[in-house]
């Protein structure tokens, strides 16, 4: 008892040290699942967050209420307007597809697709890097599991679901973050390799052959659905350069600008019926 | 003795969600104010200064643990630094004199270039990669820190002598 007291201290010190090398060394290399500690403490610590966001945008809410109020009838007409010449246009589009397709085919592909997307709000950014995951306030009861692709507003490549994934929040690892990868294809001369990020704002295209032809900055990347997790056709971002790559011949260097920013991020769409949702 | 052990964990435990409470509504700002300052090291500051390093090392594992948690890093990396930024603030500020607002910014932006340097040099090892210095953004962290975690001691100062001349 005298000895503890005398070095409560160091012993506290020494004890807690040991227990985080020990809790690092279980993990490296990296790929392991997330332990149930870590997905505990997410458990424990995401409502919180939830609720903190949900307080400013309850605020900011109520502040933009009073400005959008006065422009809500000017928008109201526009809209009616809109509204009217886009059900032109569906009806229209319906009409070609039913010359592609039967009428029963149809309507269940379209409700495959109205049950396969999840609207989610974003709730907070990675506390190391925000390049590298954001958290967003849907989990296991809205039918979210890992390895869901996500996309913004505008349908846009931001990255896919992964652990931990609680019962109503669930951690996103962006296209950016350094261990993700999406095998992509360029819209134009047709350049398929794989995007990695970098955990910064640019990704590199990687694996495409130094012999291949074609490509220029600008040209759009979509994703090709090779690697199971993100379906095809989604657009993820343009060519930014390209060049030699100088640490191998064999493959060029190309680096991407993904399309996503963080201020259109506040809500995002998961695919629930994507490759990576087993639909 | 075990009962102050129990109070110590309750609010260790107190000021881990006011810090995820700050690093939220950060966040929920704009991401950028993640890079400019850490909430859980303004914390873990505070609190291992005004009650040391025992609290301060216990308060660090659980702040440190709940950033990793809302982190893809590896687990662990903050939890270490921030345990031993929690107990070395701890015990230094219990043997030199840190009142002076002049002082203890100075003293915290010691600690927390240090602890930068030790989560830097443990994740380069761990992950294998550089980090990422957000255009030099990032080594404006420990600065911004110690100013936010001394302000504390400022407001907290003028409370207690408000208080006192009202009473």
Known sequence: ?279 | MRETAFKDVLRAFAATLIAVLVYSLAGSATPGLLVVFNAFTVVVLYFSIRRGEVFGALLGTMCGLVQDAFSIGVFGVAGLTKTLLGFWTGYVSRRIDVAPFGRSALFMLVMSVLEMILWVVITAVVRLESVNLHGGLLLVQPLVTAVLAGSLFVLERRIRKRSARGG
């Not at chain 1, 500690?37 to 945008?57: D, Y």
């Open chain 1, 1 to 279: 008892m005298a000895f503890w007291e005398k070095r409560r201290s160091a012993l506290v010190l020494a004890g807690l040290t040991f227990f985080h090398i020990v809790l690092i060394s279980v993990q490296v290399p990296r790929g392991a699942e997330k332990s149930l500690f870590e997905r505990s403490i997410f458990f424990l610590f995401s409502p919180v967050q939830r609720a903190a966001t949900g307080i400013v945008r309850g605020a900011g809410s109520l502040w933009n209420g009073y400005f959008d109020l006065r422009r809500v009838r000017a928008d109201n007409l526009k809209l009616r307007r809109e509204a009217f010449f886009l059900s032109q246009d569906v009806r229209y589009l319906q009409d070609r597809l039913v010359l592609r397709s039967s009428e029963e085919e149809l309507q269940r592909n379209l409700a495959e697709f109205r049950g396969s997307v999840v609207a989610a709000r974003t709730i907070g950014v990675d506390s190391a890097n925000p390049y590298q995951s954001i958290v967003i306030d849907k989990g296991s009861l809205d039918g979210i599991a890992a390895n869901m692709a996500v996309c913004d507003r505008f349908g846009r490549l931001v990255g896919r679901t992964i652990q931990p994934v609680s019962l109503k929040e669930s951690m996103v690892q962006l296209v950016t973050d350094k261990d993700s990868s999406v095998s992509v294809i360029s819209a134009v001369d047709g350049l398929t390799g794989t995007m990695t990020g970098l955990s910064r704002p640019v990704c590199e295209l990687r694996y495409v052959l130094a012999s291949a032809a074609g490509g220029q900055p600008g040209e759009e990347l979509l994703t090709t659905g090779f690697d199971k997790i993100y379906p095809p056709g989604i657009r993820v971002g343009a060519i930014q350069s390209l060049a030699p790559d100088e640490a191998s011949p064999v493959f060029r260097r190309i680096i991407v600008t993904p399309y996503f920013r963080f201020n259109t991020l506040d809500v995002v769409a998961v695919l629930t019926k994507g490759p990576g949702g087993g639909g």
